[in-house]
């Protein structure tokens, strides 16, 4: 009889851990959605206001097609490393500075506030430049479809996490 105190102690050892370990895996969405409103948002407008996405209407693609927390930020995180990537050595200016600005505060945010997402960034090198004129116009209208979509990943996951209000009855 002497099993089953071991068997019962090793299964509460075994769940304890788990409890453990899955608890560093939670995001505090809350914290990320004040910083999200405080700094990233006016940002990303930045972003697509320097690339003319904001004045084009049209398809973005897919974006955060799940309805999960985890989903969404992780989408979050790799649509703003693959602004780094498409932008890193090719571009000159403002638009280079609003890339590094909404990659760099997005990575920060969600390294803060989620366990999670915890391995270093990618050392992204930086690629000659190709092309003229009509290159920077490609590269522009990539990075801006990719705000967009980011933009649109955000506000799924701000939509989701907003405080629902109740309509009065008069």
Not at 28 to 44: C, D, G, P
Not at 76 to 88: D, F, G, K
Not at 89 to 110: C, S, Y
Request: aromatic share 4%; hydrophobic share 40%.
């Amino acid at each position: 009889m002497r099993i089953l105190p071991r068997a019962l102690s090793c299964a509460v050892l075994l769940l304890l851990l788990v409890a453990a370990l899955s608890r560093g895996k939670r995001c505090s969405i809350a914290k990320i959605l004040r910083q999200y409103r405080a700094v990233i948002f006016h940002e990303i407008q930045n972003l697509k206001n320097l690339t003319g996405s904001a004045d084009r209407s049209g398809r973005v693609g897919t974006a955060c097609r799940s309805d999960k927390d985890q989903k969404i930020l992780l989408s979050i995180y790799n649509i703003s490393m693959s602004l780094r990537e498409v932008a890193a050595g090719t571009l000159r200016g403002p638009e280079e500075l609003a890339v590094w600005k909404v990659a760099r505060n997005t990575d920060f945010v969600l390294r803060e506030n989620c366990r999670k997402i915890s391995k270093s960034p990618p050392h992204i090198p930086a690629q000659p430049r190709r092309g003229g004129p009509g290159r920077r116009r490609k590269l522009l209208r990539e990075i801006g479809r990719k705000a967009e979509r980011l933009a649109t990943c955000w506000e799924k996951l701000y939509a989701l996490h907003a405080p629902r209000r109740v309509p009065r009855d008069s």
